[in-house]
Every structure is written in structure tokens, then in C-alpha cells.
């Protein structure tokens, strides 16, 4: 007779296996794609609520997979950083949209980073990718995440006070989500919060509170921040965090992440100048 211990071995075993050749899989499928230039950016605009005008856009990485149509960020830039290759992609995205937007008068441009890009290479990069450009520094917005700031290294704090002291500005993205202090985030150069969509999502309809997001939009203010927020799904939310005084809206009410050619299109019939 088998001992316990072998029958759960037995049991388990193949579903472990699968799931780690799943991950090795995709970690070698990412390697070539990156490679080989097979990652696309797609654009999603930012309106400014004041003017009801799309004044920016966010870059988004889309990595179209043979097998398997297109596969979230939220799963392979994980593995990105966990193989090594977010510095290299991180930097192809950067000189991607600066690129792509200097071509598109007027418009500001959002780059997510990585935790794993904020080291002494990365200020270089940027102006590298700008000069090359012709894209003027105030027109990028760098967006970091809390867990950045919570860590609160040297080096981290230098790389950032170096980008912004050439005019980048730089955001926390998914705020609310983390658990950074005020006076943390006071103490490093940031322009702007980016309020998280699971507190925008439903704040229209009674699901999210909008005395909350009313309370970090005053907070943000306080402390001279603008805001962005972001999950926009519906006119009402639309309109409820317009009358908070909430600069930017993002979310597939205005618009949701689309190739750069929609983005000429939509341009043409609304054009920013
Ligand atoms: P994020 O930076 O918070 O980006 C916003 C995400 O919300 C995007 O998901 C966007 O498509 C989605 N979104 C926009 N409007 C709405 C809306 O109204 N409702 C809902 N439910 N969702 C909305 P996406 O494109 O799947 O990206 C997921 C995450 O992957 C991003 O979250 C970001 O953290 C990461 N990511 C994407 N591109 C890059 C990149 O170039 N570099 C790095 N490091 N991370 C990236
Ligand atoms: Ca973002
Ligand atoms: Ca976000
Ligand atoms: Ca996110």
C-alpha cells in the first residue's frame, strides 16, 4: 500500500509541473517577442475636465501572443521584471511614445515604470528619448507607484529628483491603493495623483463612495497636486468628479486604449490646438 505522503505527492505533482511550464512558457515566449519587436503600444486619452478636451494620452503595452490573442500587462510585465528584460522594454516604450507623440501637437504623454527602472540609468535615459524626439520635457508624465515611494531609498529619491529637475513630472499611479503617508509624498518632487479605478468605478451608482474620492481630491489640493482619475466608465462619474474639481479623467467613457492611428483619427475630428 502507498503511504499517505507519495499519494499527495502523486496527486499534486503533475498540477505543479504544469504551472511552472506555464510560467517557464510564457517567460520564453516574453524573451522572443521582446526580441524580436513584438509588443505593441496602444494609446488611451486624458481629458481635462475643465476645458472637456483630450490633452493627453497614456502609453499601455500590448503584447499580441500567437496562441493566445493579446495578454494583459498585469500578467507578463511581471515577468518581464522577473526575467530581466523591463529595462530593455521599459526603455523601447519610453522612446515608442515620445516618438509617436511629438507627432500629435499639444499632447501630454503618461509612461508607466517600472519599480525595477528607477536606478541611476534611468534620467539619462529619458532626455535621450525626448532630445531624440524633439518631445519637450514638460510634456511627459512619468507614473510610479506608492510601493516606490514606501520603500524610500537614496537611490530611488535621487533618480526621481534628477528626472524631475529636467522638467518630467511625475505621478503615483493606483493611489489609494498602497499605504503611502502624506508627508512621504510631500518629500519627493511629484506633480500629480492618479486615483485608483477601483474608487472611481461605480461612484455614480452608490458602489464607490464618493465622499472618499471627494476627500483625497481635497487632500491632493491641499498639498498642491493635481488630480487624475482614472475608470472612468460613465457619464455621471464623469461628471460627479468634474464638479469635485478633479483635473483629468481617464476611463472607456472618454475613450478607451487604441492604436496610435485612432488616436490621428480622433485628433482630426477634435483637433488639440
Ligand atoms: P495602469 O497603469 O493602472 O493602467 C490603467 C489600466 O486600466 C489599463 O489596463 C487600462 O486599459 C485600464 N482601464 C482604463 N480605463 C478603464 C476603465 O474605464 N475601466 C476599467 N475597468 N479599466 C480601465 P491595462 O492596459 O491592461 O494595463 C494594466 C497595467 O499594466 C497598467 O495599469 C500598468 O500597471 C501595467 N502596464 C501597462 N503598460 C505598461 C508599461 O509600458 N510599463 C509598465 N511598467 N507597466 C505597464
Ligand atoms: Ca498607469
Ligand atoms: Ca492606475
Ligand atoms: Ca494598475
Not at 78 to 93: H, Q, T, Y
Not at 207 to 229: K, N
Request: aromatic share 4%.
Amino acid at each position: 500500500a502507498k503511504g499517505a505522503g507519495k499519494d499527495r505527492h502523486e496527486r499534486f505533482e503533475p498540477i505543479m509541473h504544469s504551472a511552472a511550464l506555464a510560467r517557464l512558457e510564457l517567460a520564453t515566449a516574453l524573451r522572443t517577442a521582446v526580441a524580436g519587436r513584438e509588443l505593441l503600444l496602444h494609446y488611451q486619452p486624458i481629458v481635462d475636465t475643465r476645458t472637456g478636451r483630450i490633452d493627453g494620452v497614456e502609453a499601455l503595452l500590448r503584447w499580441p501572443h500567437p496562441q493566445r490573442g493579446f495578454i494583459s500587462p498585469d500578467e507578463f510585465i511581471p515577468v518581464a521584471e522577473s526575467i530581466g528584460v523591463i529595462g530593455d522594454l521599459g526603455n523601447w516604450v519610453l522612446r515608442t511614445a515620445c516618438t509617436r507623440v511629438s507627432q500629435w501637437p499639444n499632447l501630454r504623454l503618461a509612461v508607466n515604470v517600472s519599480p525595477l527602472q528607477l536606478g541611476p540609468a534611468l534620467p539619462g535615459q529619458v532626455r535621450a528619448a525626448l532630445a531624440d524626439a524633439g518631445l519637450s520635457a514638460d510634456r511627459l508624465t512619468l507614473e510610479i507607484t506608492e510601493t516606490m515611494l514606501a520603500a524610500d531609498s537614496p537611490h530611488v529619491r535621487a533618480c526621481l529628483q534628477e528626472i524631475a529637475a529636467d522638467g518630467v513630472k511625475l505621478a503615483v499611479d493606483d493611489f489609494g491603493t498602497g499605504h503611502s503617508s502624506l508627508s512621504r509624498l510631500r518629500s519627493f518632487p511629484i506633480h500629480e495623483l492618479k486615483i485608483d479605478k477601483s474608487f472611481v468605478i461605480g461612484l455614480a451608482t452608490g458602489d464607490s463612495h464618493p465622499g472618499l474620492v471627494a476627500g483625497v481630491i481635497a487632500l491632493a489640493h491641499g498639498i498642491d497636486l493635481e488630480v487624475v482619475a482614472e475608470g472612468v466608465e460613465s457619464s455621471g462619474e464623469y461628471i460627479l468628479l468634474k464638479n469635485l474639481g478633479c483635473e483629468h479623467a481617464q476611463g472607456y467613457h472618454l475613450g478607451r486604449p487604441v492604436p496610435p492611428e485612432d488616436i490621428d483619427a480622433l485628433l482630426r475630428q477634435h483637433p488639440t490646438q
